[in-house]
């Protein structure tokens, strides 16, 4: 079955620094999403990519994140400066269609010290 | 801010039981709705889509009553692997409820 990949599973990165999540979505996929959970708590709606552009993005999707499909595989979250509260689960997740449900990556646990 | 709203649970049964629960969206213009399971820990799994003319799967049934705006998820004959956070998503606003944790007991 088709999945999609994240890495790495787990990153520890010290408040202030860049870090950059990877994803590699399924293949025929053309609908792109992260989304965050921090311990405890919700699955929260990051941002959506379709066609080489921001679709849609949350109010916690500021300008310390930003997303990029730099080939034709991978697609990547990228925030600037972490602070402490950026430490949490991000998942990444794919569809076929917009209307289509989606497939989740088995997350990246960021941990900000 | 359109909101997805679930029932708060925790929703604690025994084996054998039959539970339902409910997400109401706010967004009347509203085209697909899914269901997802959670572990503890892992990443959301889509469990089954809901469609206008409600659909079953197994023991779990979905229904969509577009007038009220909520959808719903009975399971019926529970198991102990049912035990899992059940969490709803309107495609339109990407937006997923707060789940709501079912535990199935012995």
């Known amino acids: 079955e088709p999945e999609v990949t994240q890495t790495p599973s787990h990153q520890v990165t010290q408040m202030g620094q860049e870090v950059i999540l990877r994803c590699v979505p399924i293949?025929?996929?053309?609908?792109f999403y992260w989304y965050r959970q921090i311990l405890g708590q919700k699955v929260e709606f990051l941002v959506s990519?379709?066609?080489?552009?921001?679709?849609?993005k949350s109010e916690i999707f500021d300008d310390q994140f930003s997303v990029e499909r730099p080939d034709g595989s991978n697609f990547t979250l990228k925030i600037r400066s972490t602070k402490l509260e950026d430490s949490a689960m991000y998942f990444c997740a794919s569809s076929a269609r917009d209307i289509d449900g989606y497939t989740f990556g088995s997350g990246t646990r960021l941990t900000v010290v | 801010r359109k909101e997805v709203e679930q029932d708060p649970g925790p929703f604690n049964v025994p084996e054998g039981a039959t539970v339902a629960f409910n997400c109401t969206y706010s967004n009347s213009a509203s085209q697909s709705f899914f269901w997802y399971r959670q572990d503890c820990r892992k990443e959301p799994k889509l469990l089954m889509s809901v469609y206008s003319s409600g659909n079953e799967d197994g023991r779990f049934t979905a229904q969509l009553n577009r007038a009220s705006q909520y959808i719903s998820l009975l399971i019926r004959d529970s198991k102990l692997s049912d035990s899992a956070t059940y969490l709803c998503v309107v495609n339109n606003d990407m937006r997923f409820g707060a789940g709501t944790r079912l535990t199935v007991k012995p």
């Open positions: 990519f379709y066609n080489n552009e921001i679709s849609e």
């Open positions: 293949s025929n996929h053309l609908y």
